[in-house]
């Protein structure tokens, strides 16, 4: 089960087809409007798709060659403008190691200590609760974006002198490719070939992100059972996404290919039924929207100017504090 499975690839191969024949269709024709925004949505959902597998190339679980994974991973993160070296020194080795630990793990959310330090958050925070709410839903559609050049602002300078280049090689050429492809189809229709898709793919991309994590208590210790979830798809949404709702099974067995994680699942089940932590999809974008995103004593989440408190996932799933207005849970 820890052996790479090279087959992977082909529907990493299909996915890149569909996109090169969208960026054609659109290129090279004056399609209708309707159509602009179908082959849109399908470019979106293929970016998408390629990321979660250059997550997984890059893993190590689809081909061991150090060389021919991280061309793989490049080619599949190139929607993303995530290159390979960035994405395994900012995933692999420090989110996998440090998961939700409150100031080692990157893409951890702020505790209310933090959030008095930082101006924006104390501004976003003063919103009205369903406006915020609604800011951070429509925020989705960058966030990964922007995540992703803080990361490579943020660890840059922790490379080798010798291997910065090739890092920011891998990040600027997307950039250019997709800057480039803006003067040869125009602005018009390279919002419909990339802008939109790319909004599309970040807000796939992030919903998965959002509920495998945010949910989840900060944790000292990197305990996958306590600060991961796994959220359940119709089958077919995980075929087309390569198993990634399977985030605490991914956390225990990073090295694993995705395609065994629904017999780590049963296993998981029976060993720590009381600890394992499942919630479908839908439901938990709701427990979302639901919540603040700042942590409180690491296991609860706080609204700081209403002083109302959420329990998080294995830590009392209720409320905390009263407010007629926030008497939902999650």
């Known amino acids: 089960m820890f052996k790479p499975v090279p087959s992977r690839l082909w529907g990493g191969f299909a996915y890149l087809l569909v996109v090169v024949a969208g960026f054609l269709g659109i290129g090279f024709f004056d399609l209708h409007i309707v159509f602009n925004i179908l082959i849109a949505g399908v470019l979106g959902a293929c970016f998408a798709a390629m990321g979660f597998l250059g997550h997984e190339i890059l893993h190590g679980t689809v081909v061991k060659t150090a060389w021919l994974r991280n061309f793989l991973g ?20 420090n989110h996998h190691v440090h998961t939700q630990h409150e100031e080692k793990d990157p893409d951890a959310w702020p505790a209310l200590e933090r959030l008095v330090q930082n101006s924006f ?9 369903g406006l915020r709410a609604c800011f951070s839903f429509i925020s989705l559609s960058i966030q990964f974006t922007m995540h992703g050049l803080k990361m490579f602002f943020e660890y840059i300078k922790d490379f080798n002198p ?5 890092v920011l ?18 602005p018009v229709k390279w919002l419909f070939a990339f802008f939109i898709p790319l909004l599309i793919a970040n807000f796939i991309v992030m919903s998965y992100i959002s509920t495998n994590h945010r949910l989840n208590p900060l944790t000292p210790v ?8 796994t959220v359940t798809v119709p089958k077919w949404v995980d075929v087309l996404h390569f198993n990634f709702s399977y985030h605490t099974e ?39 929207w639901n919540t603040p995103r700042v942590y409180f004593k690491g296991n609860e989440l706080i609204d700081p100017y209403k002083e109302t408190r959420f329990g998080t996932l294995g830590n009392g799933l209720h409320q905390k504090a009263s407010a007629n207005r926030y008497k939902k849970t999650i």
């Open 162 to 166: 010798r291997n910065r280049p090739a």
């Open 74 to 93: 490049a080619v599949a993160f190139w929607p993303l403008s995530t290159g390979p070296r960035l994405w395994r020194k900012w995933h692999n080795m």
């Open 169 to 186: 090689l891998q990040t600027v050429l997307p950039w250019a490719t997709w800057i480039g492809l803006l003067f040869w189809i125009g």
């Open 222 to 229: 990197n305990d996958p059972l306590a600060n991961s979830l």
């Open 250 to 288: 991914h956390h225990l067995f990073p090295s694993m290919s995705p395609k065994y994680y629904p017999v780590v699942k049963q296993h998981i089940k029976k060993m720590w039924p009381e600890r394992y932590h499942e919630m479908k999809m839908s439901k938990a974008m709701k427990a979302l």
């Open 121 to 129: 958050l104390r501004v976003i925070y003063r919103l009205p609760f």
